[in-house]
């Protein structure tokens, strides 16, 4: 699966988000070491702190369906021109070893990072 069409998952799942408080949608798809795609959007509450990120949907939605490791990530919201993962969900990746995270670019363009770079020193550096 391209970049782009990793996005397009992600930018799908968002239509789909529950944002009544901020009305900022996020989708986020994650690619298990299976191949297999898995999309979340995130879930608002008034109690904002449980909140659910798109990621952490996504992931717990691949988790749930018996993946373990995940390849790569991408976050995206139709409401801002580029969104980076929250900490928490920087960290969730880290957990099931998320290689590489796509987000789309200020020119719309599919922009790659590492997650070293995004979380250098991840609390799974003790392993």
Known sequence: MTDQELLAAALAASELAYARYSKLRVGAAVIGASGAVYTGANVENA???????AEAVAIGHAIASGERA???AAVISPDLT??????QCRQRMAEFDVQRVVMEGPDGEPVSHTLEELLPGSFTDWR
Request: proline letters at 6%; glycine letters at 6%; hydrophobic letters at 30%.
């Open 70 to 72: 995940l390849e790569t």
């Open 47 to 53: 109690a904002y702190s449980s909140t659910l990120c």
């Open 82 to 87: 580029s969104i980076f993962p929250c900490g």
